[in-house]
């Protein structure tokens, strides 16, 4: 997909036009404003052109989240939720930094517009202390959302993960009509490690068996849930070539639940890039949520798997937001207690 203008005649509202397969077309429009309890996304000038000028990343995530967001009854109060993430977490991460380089913001939406997810990578850190400053600041702006915040269990969380001696270290914010937060690292593990981080789950003999099947692929990531008692664990294939790679990616589906549609795995594996990313999300009691993600999808592709996961997906607002967030991205395909859903993770 690529984009050629913008018509905006209203200045609450984003007019993309799109060329798609070589055909013009107005893809989107997307007005984002609705009276006093909206958000209008221009003032003196027009937001597409504030976000693509914007040196600030943050103003580009609040953009974006306002976009997304608001459709949910709680809309001011995600606002006023990712203000303190900004004060709290985003800022003081940057301030740290002795290169603002360093510093890597990411996005993360998907097809059904369930959930909006703010990622922070910082590398040459090991503190958390900044979610933790959040964690209990929101505690005092709305103590239903971190009532299930524990100390005790987050410095746990935060002992595993400095044990890693991780050279990233990293912070996400979940908003829609739950809100979440949480902690972990970007490392590789070692077996020691990865059986330490299983070791509460009753999930953790089946998660091994799909590994040793899988031809063991490399864990990259851990992260823990603030809120919640979910974790997760991302896994790296990439050693072979691309259908044996994407094959054994498969595998995660198929060893826990049942292989995909066959259309959604044809259109997967018509990506570009070779190595696949596996990921579980996962609570003492069982497996949450699987992934499978993958690099270079041709847009158009995007567009057929969301058709073909079926009702909820927006083909004009995907493609919107493809074209706010640029080509740096990773597609991924997730199965949920609520089915399948695909989603678009962003460097901004």
Same mark, same amino acid.
């Given at each position: 997909m690529?984009c050629?203008?913008?018509?905006?005649? @209203?200045?609450?509202e984003?007019?993309f036009?799109?060329?798609?397969n070589?055909? #013009?077309?107005? $893809?989107?429009s997307?007005?984002?404003?609705?009276?006093?309890?909206?958000?209008?996304?221009s003032?003196? $000038?027009?937001?597409?052109?504030?976000?693509?000028?914007?040196?600030?990343?943050?103003?580009k995530? /609040?953009?974006l989240?306002?976009?997304?967001? #608001?459709?949910?009854?709680?809309?001011?109060?995600? #606002?006023?939720?990712?203000?303190?993430w900004e004060?709290?977490?985003?800022? /003081?991460?940057?301030? *740290?930094?002795?290169?603002?380089? @360093?510093?890597?913001?990411?996005?993360?939406?998907?097809?059904?517009?369930?959930?909006?997810i703010?990622?922070?990578?910082a590398?040459?850190?090991?503190?958390?202390?900044?979610?933790k400053?959040?964690?209990?600041? $929101?505690?005092?702006?709305d103590?239903e959302?971190?009532?299930?915040?524990?100390?005790?269990?987050f #410095?746990?969380?935060?002992n595993?993960?400095?044990?890693? =001696?991780?050279?990233?270290? !990293?912070?996400?914010?979940?908003?829609?009509?739950?809100v @979440?937060?949480g902690?972990?690292?970007n /490392?590789?593990?070692?077996?020691?490690?990865? !059986?330490?981080?299983?070791?509460?789950?009753?999930?953790?003999?089946?998660?091994?068996?799909?590994?040793? =099947?899988?031809g063991?692929?490399?864990?990259i990531s851990?992260?823990? *849930?603030?809120?919640t008692?979910?974790?997760g664990? !991302?896994?790296?294939?990439?050693?072979?070539?691309?259908?044996?790679n994407?094959? &054994?990616?498969? !595998?995660?589906?198929?060893?826990?639940?049942?292989?995909?549609?066959?259309?959604?795995?044809?259109?997967?594996? =018509?990506?570009?890039?070779?190595?696949?990313?596996? =990921?579980?999300s996962?609570?003492?009691? +069982? $497996?949450?949520?699987? *992934?499978? +993600?993958?690099? &270079?999808?041709?847009?158009?592709?995007?567009?057929?798997?969301?058709?073909?996961?079926?009702?909820?997906?927006?083909?004009?607002?995907?493609?919107?937001?493809?074209y706010?967030? +640029?080509?740096?991205?990773?597609?991924s395909?997730?199965?949920?207690?609520?089915?399948?859903?695909?989603?678009?993770?962003? @460097?901004?």
């Amino acid at each position: 997909m690529g984009c050629n203008n913008i018509k905006c005649s @209203d200045p609450n509202e984003l007019n993309f036009t799109c060329t798609l397969n070589g055909t #013009q077309t107005l $893809v989107s429009s997307l007005n984002v404003s609705n009276g006093s309890t909206k958000p209008s996304l221009s003032t003196e $000038v027009k937001a597409k052109f504030m976000f693509e000028t914007s040196t600030d990343k943050f103003h580009k995530v /609040k953009t974006l989240a306002n976009l997304y967001l #608001q459709k949910y009854n709680n809309f001011l109060k995600l #606002q006023e939720i990712i203000g303190i993430w900004e004060i709290e977490v985003y800022d /003081k991460l940057r301030n *740290s930094m002795v290169n603002p380089g @360093d510093l890597n913001l990411k996005v993360e939406i998907d097809s059904q517009e369930n959930q909006f997810i703010i990622i922070i990578e910082a590398d040459g850190l090991r503190k958390f202390d900044p979610i933790k400053s959040f964690c209990f600041e $929101v505690e005092r702006f709305d103590n239903e959302i971190s009532s299930a915040f524990s100390y005790k269990k987050f #410095q746990e969380n935060v002992n595993f993960l400095s044990s890693l =001696s991780p050279l990233t270290i !990293t912070f996400y914010l979940s908003l829609g009509e739950k809100v @979440d937060c949480g902690i972990g690292v970007n /490392k590789p593990l070692d077996r020691k490690s990865l !059986t330490e981080f299983l070791s509460d789950s009753s999930e953790r003999l089946n998660i091994s068996r799909w590994c040793y =099947s899988a031809g063991m692929p490399i864990p990259i990531s851990v992260q823990f *849930s603030c809120f919640t008692q979910e974790k997760g664990c !991302t896994f790296y294939i990439f050693d072979g070539d691309k259908d044996g790679n994407y094959s &054994r990616g498969f !595998t995660l589906f198929e060893y826990f639940v049942g292989p995909i549609p066959d259309d959604i795995r044809e259109l997967l594996s =018509s990506a570009g890039g070779e190595e696949v990313k596996c =990921s579980l999300s996962f609570e003492n009691n +069982g $497996v949450k949520s699987l *992934s499978m +993600g993958i690099k &270079r999808l041709p847009s158009i592709r995007s567009i057929e798997i969301g058709k073909a996961i079926g009702d909820g997906f927006n083909p004009e607002r995907w493609s919107a937001y493809a074209y706010l967030l +640029g080509s740096n991205t990773e597609i991924s395909i997730n199965l949920t207690p609520n089915g399948l859903v695909m989603k678009r993770i962003a @460097d901004l």
